[in-house]
T-cell receptor, first 111, second 116 residues
Framework: DAKTTQPPSMDCAEGRAANLPCNHS???????VYWYRQIHSQGPQYIIH???NNETNEMASLIITEDRKSSTLILPHATLRDTAVYYCIARGSGNTGKLIFGQGTTLQVKP | GAGVSQSPRYKVAKRGQDVALRCDPISGHVSLFWYQQALGQGPEFLTY????????KSGLPSDRFFAERPEGSVSTLKIQRTQQEDSAVYLC??????????????FGEGSRLTVL
């Protein structure tokens, strides 16, 4: 599975959009981009995933560049409860399905 | 309950003791994963079950680690002769479909193991 690179930490003001970048320049054509987040002392929580089209759900939007070498997770109106570590993962559809987590981005939402 | 349940939530073991960690996945979920998360690090894959079959155990760090899922539902991760470096949170996750489908994984809250 492709390696992903994320900034170690970011801050965001409460109520503003949080834009979390991820680089996956070695991603292959059948690898999906997944985002999970982990709030302190909890297990990771699924947010969203996509292959090449932009995706939106009730939690977030995922914007994938046309060359698929990078993506951005957007939380449209961040709240204090969105403070967490956010993991960007490139996952192959043909493997055993294991997710390879990196270090993630620690997002601190501030009042 | 509706989610993945893990027990015990906290376990303290003396070095050299054996421990067993239990995972109750969501009912009907075919796939089950175990992950290890050291302090300040992302989760690392240990092993994967499809029903009762252990299809991938490439992440188990040594032969002291053993996992089973005999009836395709509850799973147990056993660590023999625990060492201090085994101290970590052990996370279990399940998913409805086969692993290579693109469905989401549902994680439990983890079992925190401290080896003294």
């Amino acid at each position: 599975d492709a390696k992903t690179t994320q900034p170690p930490s970011m801050d965001c003001a409460e109520g503003r959009a949080a834009n979390l970048p991820c680089n996956h320049s070695t991603i292959s054509g059948n690898e999906y981009v997944y985002w999970y987040r982990q709030i302190h002392s909890q297990g990771p929580q699924y947010i969203i995933h996509g292959l090449k089209n932009n995706e939106t759900n009730e939690m977030a939007s995922l914007i994938i560049t046309e060359d698929r070498k990078s993506s951005t997770l957007i939380l449209p109106h961040a709240t204090l409860r969105d403070t967490a570590v956010y993991y960007c993962i490139a996952r192959g559809s043909g493997n055993t399905g294991k997710l390879i987590f990196g270090q993630g981005t620690t997002l601190q939402v501030k009042p | 309950g509706a989610g993945v349940s893990q027990s015990p939530r906290y376990k303290v073991a003396k070095r050299g003791q054996d421990v067993a960690l239990r995972c109750d996945p969501i009912s009907g979920h075919v796939s089950l994963f175990w992950y290890q998360q050291a302090l300040g690090q992302g989760p690392e894959f240990l092993t994967y079950f499809q029903n009762e079959a252990q299809l991938d155990k490439s992440g188990l760090p040594s032969d002291r680690f053993f996992a089973e899922r005999p009836e395709g539902s509850v799973s147990t991760l056993k660590i023999q002769r625990t060492q201090q470096e085994d101290s970590a949170v052990y996370l279990c996750a399940s998913s409805l479909g086969l692993a290579f489908n693109t469905g989401e994984l549902f994680f439990g809250e983890g079992s925190r193991l401290t080896v003294l």
